[in-house]
T-cell receptor, first 116, second 112 residues
């Protein structure tokens, strides 16, 4: 199956700093990518839908100025957590839709963010 | 989005079959039934999907009720590596507008 990678896999940062997480589709083009957040013992929560070349669509309750999403190419979307605080510590997971294929979604391995 | 209902947790013995139920009474005619699983500290992994007919693949089988209001994921011979959270999700497949919304899933534990 298609592969989606995330970088970094784990990041620790100080409160107030910004952190960028990359999501790449390695062997297919993805017009649409999705970002999820998962707190311990909870399910994945969809944060936003990222469309190549246009603005992201955020789910209700997700602050677009805090979670900046850029989808500059068909294989790369980035999520920047701005002015991170301890409550932003979470597991961030992206997925990519295989647009030219059959619209299947493939998930990345996740990025563990810890804000001190 | 149509909602699914799954038991919070299940336990099974290693090398025995496991039947994971999912209720989706408000499923629409265009909704496919997808199953994903998530191992600890990993992203979700696709397991199987179906529309009306039962489906088999190398990982599992999917049994879909005739009225499509429920389905069962079957792991034929559970191993310790099958311990994960299993999510049953409804989504119009092959749709550029579809997005995957996760419910709470079933946490499956396997006893050695």
């Amino acid at each position: 199956g298609a592969v989606v990678s995330q970088h970094p896999s784990r990041v620790i940062c100080k409160s107030g700093t910004s952190v960028k997480i990359e999501c790449r589709s390695l062997d297919f083009q993805a017009t649409t990518m999705f970002w999820y957040r998962q707190f311990p013992k909870q399910s994945l929560m969809l944060m936003a839908t990222s469309n190549e070349g246009s603005k992201a669509t955020y789910e209700q309750g997700v602050e677009k100025d805090k979670f900046l999403i850029n989808h500059a190419s068909l294989t790369l979307s980035t999520l920047t957590v701005t002015s991170a605080h301890p409550e932003d510590s979470s597991f961030y997971i992206c997925s990519a839709r295989w647009t030219i294929g059959n619209n299947e979604q493939f998930f990345g391995p996740g990025t563990r963010l810890t804000v001190l | 989005d149509a909602k699914t209902t799954q038991p919070n947790s299940m336990e099974s013995n290693e090398e025995e079959p496991v039947h994971l139920p999912c209720n989706h009474s408000t499923i629409s005619g265009t909704d496919y039934i997808h199953w994903y699983r998530q191992l600890p500290s990993q992203g979700p992994e696709y397991v199987i999907h179906g529309l009306t007919s039962n489906v088999n693949n190398r990982m599992a089988s999917l049994a879909i009720a005739e009225d499509r209001k429920s389905s069962t994921l079957i792991l034929h011979r559970a191993t310790l590596r099958d311990a994960a959270v299993y999510y049953c999700i409804l989504s119009p497949r092959y749709s550029s507008a579809s997005k995957i919304i996760f419910g709470s899933g079933t946490r499956l534990s396997i006893r050695p």
